[in-house]
T-cell receptor
Framework: KAGVTQTPRYLIKTRGQQVTLSCSPI?????VSWYQQTPGQGLQFLFE???????NKGNFPGRFSGRQFSNSRSEMNVSTLELGDSALYLC????????????FGSGTRLTVV | AQTVTQSQPEMSVQEAETVTLSCTYD???????LFWYKQPPSRQMILVIR??????QNATENRFSVNFQKAAKSFSLKISDSQLGDAAMYFC?????????????????FGKGTLLTVNP
């Protein structure tokens, strides 16, 4: 079955712009989580959605937001981009209970110039 | 808050030999899950092995096994018969099972990672 699909794979944006990243989970998975990966901070949790509801949010400014649609696809948005937002953004899906494992996508590499 | 520490930024191993990657964690919870993920240059995080804290038995997946010491809060990964394809960044991760520390059972907390090189 198809894995977790993230689009686009690469993105270059200018400071001050906004960006939207997309994640399509594995069919049947209702939970989608987002992580930011940088060389300095490592992997940091952004937020998690389950059945269109945000269940948990990491310690990121309000410029970072997300949503989940009824088909479980999720988008995350970053407004007023800063150079420090340059990172690999990873999406992970799961069935949604605490016992479930996560399956990750290959990420979107965002570069802010 | 939970923390995960991987004290070895880099490790190397000869092909066909055994290597152990270290991970320690800090938590006040009694019920949780621990994971090892592998991230090759393709960037996709791949689940290597999972351990449930309430299980005494160490998890094993083919050439991969863990040494889970709950009292010591230690969770090391042993890779036997190392192969060139094992070369990657390895991350240890923690997940609360009950959310008793406030809604954190819906996220993974990762260590900084260990870069494993396999020499032919």
């Amino acid at each position: 079955k198809a894995g977790v699909t993230q689009t686009p794979r690469y993105l270059i944006k200018t400071r001050g712009q906004q960006v939207t990243l997309s994640c399509s989970p594995i069919s049947g998975h209702r939970s989608v989580s987002w992580y930011q990966q940088t060389p300095g901070q490592g992997l940091q949790f952004l937020f998690e959605y389950f059945s269109e509801t945000q269940r948990n949010k990491g310690n990121f400014p309000g410029r970072f937001s997300g949503r989940q649609f009824s088909n479980s696809r999720s988008e995350m948005n970053v407004s007023t981009l800063e150079l420090g937002d340059s990172a690999l953004y990873l999406c992970a899906s799961s069935l949604g209970s605490t016992a479930d494992g996560y399956t990750f996508g290959s990420g979107t590499r965002l570069t802010v110039v | 808050a939970q923390t995960v520490t991987q004290s070895q930024p880099e490790m190397s191993v000869q092909e066909a030999e055994t290597v152990t990657l270290s991970c320690t964690y800090d938590t006040s919870e009694s019920d949780y899950y621990l994971f090892w993920y592998k991230q090759p240059p393709s960037r996709q995080m791949i689940l290597v092995i999972r351990q449930e804290a309430y299980k005494q038995q160490n998890a094993t997946e083919n050439r991969f096994s863990v040494n889970f010491q709950k009292a010591a809060k230690s969770f090391s990964l042993k890779i036997s018969d190392s192969q060139l394809g094992d070369a990657a960044m390895y991350f240890c991760a923690y997940r609360s099972a009950s959310g008793e520390s406030g809604g954190s059972n819906y996220k993974l907390t990762f260590g900084k990672g260990t870069l494993l090189t396999v020499n032919p």
